[in-house]
């Protein structure tokens, strides 16, 4: 069903430069064609005035070879040939009509002036014409097309005379055929060197695309960018529409650039403080801490409700250094630290992983899928362990008792190494899907705070794998979930 919109004729997939040049093509096509039927029609005209004159002549001088209403010329007939009479060319056609009746139809050959008539059954074409002394065209069946008048004679008889059309006709035809070949040739010509022009035309237009190509291909969002990537002043004139385009970039990646500078320096600020504090807290934690479990190993009897409370004290209290540690190791990454780089043997680490897992989870089946050989990356152990300890313990909080966890090593072909944990749980919600990665990303914040989760696990996952320039995917639907962490096998520059 049309939507009623009016449909453009521009190809929509069509470069401008293209389309300039189509378009010149176009326009060129239009005014050849104008010139080219101007030009027919006025030589179709002159040539049809010529032979009507020519015509007048012919019926003139065939008049006076049959009816002598005036003395002739010397040397013609009262009642001569029409055909005979001097000034009759080869061609020239002469039909007599008498009582409705044709009773004369001949015409001399084009070529030889011999006489040829009309055909019986062909004559009756010749009573359609009008008799009012006026030249009309009209087809006399296989002797072509006529330029033919018709005028009643003083005994009341009509006289038919008619000139070929056959040369004007081939007059015409061969100067169509001639304006359309150099149409042709110039519009072929118009079009090369259109692309050409167009071409060099757009040519700051092409440096300002690039430009901006350039800008699109840098890191806008994250770190520190130094957005120094500018259109050449030569493309910034504003007095041309190339140069207004450039100089409107340059102004907004000028204000783009401000704006990224701002962002860093409130985000370096923000990492500041969260290391700072996260700094600074773990001293009071660990001294609440302490006073807690100090207490708890007293010889003194405490009341039920004291005793209540301050486990309750230390189990927040190791909540909240947990909390504190986890933000200060992404304080750590987002700033850039480097990692030691060490050959770390992921089958070992795997193994460890999942024996603890198995210990804090006994309630769960897990699995492994290594390979025969141990496996090889390079990377920081300790945050590489602390990948599997949070992925395995994203699988045992979120899913119930009974569920099913495998974790396995994969080598790719481009040497690259493959990490998956696999559960056969309810399934990720599709809503948190796409943000699962994200700082205090929950599916359910009641039960994730009763087992202790802060909501910083896989983003801790997904930041260092990324300072191992890495990458980590997760595919969930109910009944299947996998985390993929893929490693390159060679240490990073």
Same mark, same amino acid.
């Given at each position: ?112 002036? &011999?006489?040829? !008539? =009309? %055909?019986?059954? $062909?004559?009756? @074409?010749?009573?359609?014409?009008? #008799?009012?002394? /006026? ?78 190509? &350039?800008?699109? !291909? =840098? %890191?806008?969002? $994250?770190?520190? @960018?130094?957005?120094?990537?500018? #259109?050449?002043? /030569? ?259």
């Amino acid at each position: 069903m049309s939507s009623g919109r009016p449909r453009s004729w521009r190809p929509s997939g069509w470069s401008l430069r293209a389309r300039l040049v189509a378009e010149q093509i176009v326009l060129l096509a239009v005014v050849c064609l104008i010139v080219g039927v101007v030009t027919v029609l006025s030589l179709r005209t002159f040539q049809y005035g010529q032979l009507d004159s020519q015509l007048e002549h012919a019926a003139s001088r065939a008049a006076q070879s049959v009816v002598g209403d005036r003395p002739p010329p010397t040397g013609v007939p009262r009642r001569g040939d029409p055909l005979g009479a001097p000034g009759q060319g080869p061609g020239t056609f002469f039909g007599k009509i008498q009582n409705g009746v044709v009773v004369d139809a001949v015409r001399l050959t084009p070529r030889d002036a &011999r006489r040829e !008539e =009309l %055909p019986v059954n $062909q004559r009756d @074409v010749l009573k359609t014409l009008p #008799v009012d002394s /006026k030249a009309h065209t009209l087809t006399l069946g296989d002797l072509g097309d006529y330029r033919l008048v018709a005028a009643r004679s003083t005994d009341g008889d009509v006289l038919v005379t008619g000139l070929p059309l056959g040369d004007v006709n081939n007059t015409l035809t061969k100067l169509g055929v001639v304006l359309g070949g150099v149409a042709l040739a110039g519009l072929l010509a118009a079009g090369v060197a259109g692309a050409v022009i167009v071409r060099r035309t757009l040519r700051p237009l092409q440096r300002v695309v690039a430009t901006a190509g &350039r800008v699109a !291909e =840098l %890191p806008l969002h $994250q770190g520190e @960018v130094a957005l120094a990537v500018r #259109v050449p002043e /030569k493309d910034t004139d504003p007095h041309t529409e190339v140069g207004q385009v450039g100089l409107a970039l340059n102004r907004m990646l000028g204000h783009i650039g401000n704006a990224l500078a701002a962002r860093h320096a409130s985000e370096t600020r923000v990492r500041q403080f969260v290391a700072d504090a996260s700094h600074e807290l773990r001293t009071p934690l660990a001294a609440i801490r302490g006073y807690a479990e100090l207490t708890r190993r007293t010889g003194h009897e405490v009341s039920p409700e004291i005793a209540h409370a301050m486990r309750r004290v230390e189990s927040e209290a190791e909540r909240m250094t947990t909390l504190v540690e986890e933000l200060l190791l992404l304080a750590r990454l987002d700033a850039g630290r480097p990692l030691e780089y060490t050959q770390v043997d992921l089958s070992r680490l795997v193994l460890d992983a999942v024996s603890d897992a198995r210990i804090a989870g006994s309630d769960h089946s897990w699995q492994l899928q290594l390979p025969a050989e141990p496996v090889t990356v390079p990377g920081d152990e300790a945050r590489l362990h602390q990948v599997l300890a949070n992925l395995l313990s994203n699988a045992r909080t979120h899913t119930p008792p009974g569920t099913t966890v495998t974790t396995g090593i994969v080598v790719a072909r481009d040497a690259d190494v493959e990490l998956t944990v696999t559960d056969n749980g309810p399934g990720i919600p599709a809503d948190l899907l796409p943000e699962v990665f994200e700082r205090f990303a929950r599916g359910d914040s009641s039960r994730s705070r009763a087992a202790g989760s802060t909501g910083l696990g896989l983003s801790i996952v997904a930041a260092v794998v990324a300072a191992h320039r890495g990458t980590v995917d997760v595919m969930s639907e109910p009944g299947h979930t996998e985390f993929t962490v893929r490693l390159p096998g060679d240490v990073p520059v």
